[in-house]
């Protein structure tokens, strides 16, 4: 299982600068503990009190996590998935 | 840090910050990476539709990184407008802000100082805000 994750400027300080790395899991979930055993503290800026972060997307190929399951997702072996912060403000 | 942005670019905030109003208005400025320099505008659309509140939509959002990546670009400037506020970041403009490299645009369409409009620059990096200069090229 591998899967192709990039990572947005602002997370780039966690991967070491690399703007895609790999992780492994069969759920969104999975995932991101696997990136967050790899580069420490990447989970906490993604998830808050066990759900993804409101204004942090995370997309599957083309489609956005939360018309997927969320946390739930399934993901397999070849996905690309792409975090991207929300552009949002008040 | 100064952004330098041309009077074109900054009239068209301007214009989209009044044609929106009294919701707030957003967009990006593009330009090749590493360069600095704002060359390409793109407007978008504030999903929230609201006086108060701005995000891009987040199908927009990929669709805008996809482009950029594609055509080596990358984002110079993120704008939107305060309706009825100064051009200054709100709260939560620092809070959700996630570009470090981008120049953050506030432009304020507040009817105290119309028909001029508030137009001023900031960088905004771990919920630290510094204002910079803004030289307009004509």
């Given at each position: 299982m591998s899967i192709e994750v990039r990572i947005p400027t602002i997370l780039r300080p966690y991967t070491k600068d690399q703007k895609t790395v790999e992780a492994e899991g069969a759920t969104l979930s999975a995932v991101i503990s696997n990136l967050d055993s790899q580069y420490a503290g990447i989970g906490e800026r993604l998830l808050e009190d066990g759900a993804l972060r409101r204004f942090i997307n995370v997309y599957i190929n083309d489609e956005d996590v939360r018309f997927l399951g969320s946390l739930e997702a399934q993901v397999k072996d070849g996905d690309s998935i792409t975090i991207l912060p929300a552009v949002a403000g008040g | 840090m100064v952004l330098e942005i041309s009077r074109a670019f900054a009239d068209a905030m301007l214009e989209q910050s009044r044609a929106e109003y009294p919701d707030e208005c957003c967009g990006v400025f593009l330009g090749p990476i590493?360069?600095?320099?704002?060359?390409r505008h793109k407007p978008m659309v504030n999903?929230?539709?609201?006086p108060t509140f701005y995000e891009f939509d987040p199908k927009d959002l990929l669709a805008l990184y996809r482009e950029a990546d594609d055509n080596d670009e990358e984002i110079v400037v993120i704008y939107h407008s305060h309706t009825e506020t100064d051009a200054y970041p709100s709260r939560t403009d620092i809070a959700y802000?996630?570009?470090?490299?981008?120049?953050?645009v506030l432009v304020s369409t507040r009817k105290e100082i119309a028909p001029t409009t508030e137009l001023r620059s900031y960088r905004i990096i771990d919920g630290e805000v510094t204002e910079e200069p803004v030289i307009i090229l004509d």
């Open positions: - | 590493g360069s600095g320099k704002p060359v999903a929230a539709h609201s802000a996630g570009e470090p490299g981008a120049h953050y």
